[in-house]
């Protein structure tokens, strides 16, 4: 148990569908990060929320919409997805400038299944 | 290329020292960290090094650096078959990680 849960675990969703993937830490940190994570493909950072401010929006589409609405939460808001969009979707928290530097914490990730 | 490579998969028997290997691209990174993920389940951090650190040595683990080469290595002494899983290494860009593609470990009894 890392500090840091995400709900739901698995989600199926259709193309049209609208959804929300919601993370929670609890463990006092400061940062708050998305990653999506796909077979055969390095971990790709999505989005960097740093004290509630989007700091990083990595070329990510517009049908991915992230919120923070305070140090604790994170949600992306899913909508018009495409099957390719498939993958582990993982949020992570860092203390910022801690020993170990930005060291992050996990969660346990959305299985994430476009049909 | 990738910012930072690893070999795709490592197998060893049980008992055996498993090494895994990482290069990375970026002389600035202050942190470099090694990472397990097992099936179905998030990222847990194992370690991190300092970049003014050559080695660090955590119960199992040994951390090697070579700065130098842009070389990071993990060893696990005496693999378990609970050491089973994909290893991750990563190195620090201001608030992000960037991540290597991950090294699958299999452990035979």
């Known amino acids: 148990e890392t500090g840091v849960t995400q709900t739901p675990r698995h989600l199926v969703m259709g193309m049209t569908n609208k959804k929300s993937l919601k993370c929670e830490q609890h463990l006092g940190h400061n940062a708050m990060y998305w990653y999506k994570q796909s077979a055969k493909k390095p971990l790709e950072l999505m989005f960097v929320?740093?004290?509630?401010?989007?700091?990083e929006n990595n070329s990510v589409p517009s049908r991915f919409s992230p919120e923070c609405p305070n140090s604790s939460h994170l949600f992306l808001h899913l909508h018009t997805l495409q099957p390719e969009d498939s993958a582990l979707y993982l949020c992570a928290s860092s203390p910022l400038g801690s020993s170990g530097g930005y060291e992050q914490y996990f969660g346990p990730g959305t299985r994430l299944t476009v049909t | 290329g990738e910012d930072v490579e690893q070999s795709l998969f490592l197998s060893v028997r049980e008992g055996d020292s498993s090494v895994i290997n990482c290069t990375y691209t970026d002389s600035s990174s202050t942190y470099l960290y090694w990472y397990k993920q097992e099936p179905g389940a998030g990222l847990q951090l194992l370690t991190y090094i300092f970049s003014n650190m050559d080695m660090k040595q955590d119960q199992r683990l040994t951390v090697l650096l070579n700065k130098k080469d842009k070389h990071l290595s993990l060893r696990i002494a005496d693999t378990q078959t609970g050491d089973s899983a994909i290893y991750f290494c990563a190195e620090g860009r201001g608030t992000a990680l960037i991540f290597g593609k991950g090294t699958t470990l299999s452990v035979s009894s």
């Open positions: 929320y740093n004290f509630k401010e989007q700091t």
